[in-house]
């Protein structure tokens, strides 16, 4: 297939464009510079609203990775006015781009994240739940109701509430790594606030899963099936990686270090269900997080 992923630099959008090269498809990549490459990149501006439409036609698919690091940095007014602005423009602009080709790719993959449903206790969270009331909840909103042009033409989408990513190559794991090999690892605030996580590997395989499960579109839940709380979570990797956990964070220092960005990324508990893509029979490569852990610290 000929596919677009945009975000293709990040995380997940290079894992995803390393195997499906592997897999013989054409990956083009949507990039803010001055494309180096003309056979594979094509320019785009999400602030400015521009996009080389012409290069888009005859896709297959395309896959919407793109927006502002929400880890990195205080939630100041100018911050978190990108992280917004990042999502919402650029699926925006994508979406209405898509819906006015001749010929439109059969499908649209669009993270979102499972900030949608906001800090909800130990409440089980399928994609039936209603959506929560923060910062990040009505980004999600807004995020997922851009691709509303391309659904409304006939593109089939699908928006993946995406949860903690775990790889050693970034994200929240690779940051604890370290600590946590040094022995100074530990539960933050009660430790009792679930945490939905995935591996890297599910995120790929998900996604390339939805390009010929025809049946799925709109929300679906990108987690494994066994959410884990915080201190459960502390416990297994210092377990995986032979180290104590005696340490802990108070709630009160993290919202001191972070601020907003606390309550909403280490505070806030989010038991989320990924019940559609089991419905659609995907297969997880990793369901439990001991597993995980270490096959994924066997690198690191």
């Given at each position: 297939m000929?596919?677009?992923?945009?975000?293709?630099s990040g995380l997940?959008?290079?894992a995803?464009t390393?195997?499906?090269s592997?897999?013989?498809h054409?990956?083009?990549?949507?990039?803010?510079?001055?494309?180096?490459?003309?056979s594979?990149?094509?320019?785009?501006?999400?602030q400015?609203?521009?996009?080389?439409?012409?290069?888009?036609?005859?896709?297959?698919a395309?896959?919407?990775l793109?927006?502002?690091?929400i880890?990195?940095g205080?939630?100041t007014?100018e911050?978190?006015?990108?992280?917004r602005?990042s999502?919402?423009?650029?699926?925006?602009?994508?979406?209405e781009?898509?819906?006015?080709?001749e010929r439109?790719?059969r499908v649209?993959v669009?993270?979102?994240?499972i900030?949608?449903y906001?800090?909800?206790?130990?409440?089980?969270?399928?994609?039936?739940?209603?959506?929560g009331?923060d910062?990040?909840?009505?980004?999600?909103?807004?995020?997922?109701?851009?691709t509303?042009p391309a659904?409304?033409?006939g593109i089939?989408v699908?928006?993946?509430?995406?949860?903690?990513?775990?790889?050693?190559?970034?994200?929240?794991?690779?940051?604890?790594?370290t600590?946590?090999?040094?022995?100074?690892g530990g539960?933050?605030?009660s430790g009792e606030?679930?945490?939905?996580?995935?591996?890297?590997e599910?995120v790929?395989?998900?996604i390339?899963?939805?390009?010929?499960?025809?049946?799925?579109?709109?929300?679906?839940?990108?987690?494994?099936?066994?959410?884990?709380?915080?201190?459960e979570f502390?416990?297994s990797?210092g377990?995986?990686l032979s180290?104590?956990t005696?340490?802990?964070?108070?709630?009160?220092?993290?919202?001191?270090?972070?601020?907003e960005?606390a309550?909403?990324?280490?505070l806030?508990?989010?038991?989320v269900?990924?019940e559609?893509?089991k419905e659609?029979?995907?297969?997880f490569?990793?369901?439990?997080?001991?597993?995980?852990?270490?096959?994924?610290l066997?690198?690191?």
């Open positions: 000929k596919i677009l992923v945009t975000g293709a997940v959008g290079t995803l390393e195997s499906l592997s897999k013989g054409k990956v083009m990549r949507l990039v803010r510079s001055q494309p180096v490459n003309d594979n990149e094509i320019k785009w501006n999400p400015a609203g521009e996009i080389d439409a012409g290069r888009l036609e005859g896709l297959d395309v896959v919407h793109a927006g502002e690091n880890s990195e205080r939630w007014d911050k978190k006015r990108r992280i602005e999502r919402v423009k650029g699926t925006q602009l994508l979406s781009t898509l819906a006015r080709m439109k790719p649209l669009a993270a979102s994240a900030g949608f906001g800090d909800r206790g130990a409440e089980v969270l399928t994609e039936k739940s209603a959506s009331d910062f990040l909840s009505e980004v999600c909103r807004e995020w997922e109701l851009a509303r659904s409304q033409s089939r699908v928006n993946f509430r995406i949860g903690v990513i775990l790889s050693d190559k970034g994200g929240a794991l690779a940051k604890m790594i600590p946590f090999k040094f022995g100074l539960k933050i605030g606030q679930y945490m939905s996580w995935v591996a890297l599910d790929v395989g998900a390339e899963f939805a390009f010929e499960s025809e049946n799925l579109s709109g929300p679906v839940n990108l987690v494994s099936p066994n959410a884990v709380t915080n201190l502390t416990k990797l377990d995986a180290r104590p005696f340490f802990f964070v108070p709630a009160f220092a993290a919202r001191a270090a972070f601020g960005m309550d909403a990324l280490l806030s508990s989010a038991r269900e990924p559609r893509l659609a029979g995907y297969q490569k990793y369901s439990e997080i001991e597993k995980a852990l270490r096959h994924i066997k690198s690191a």
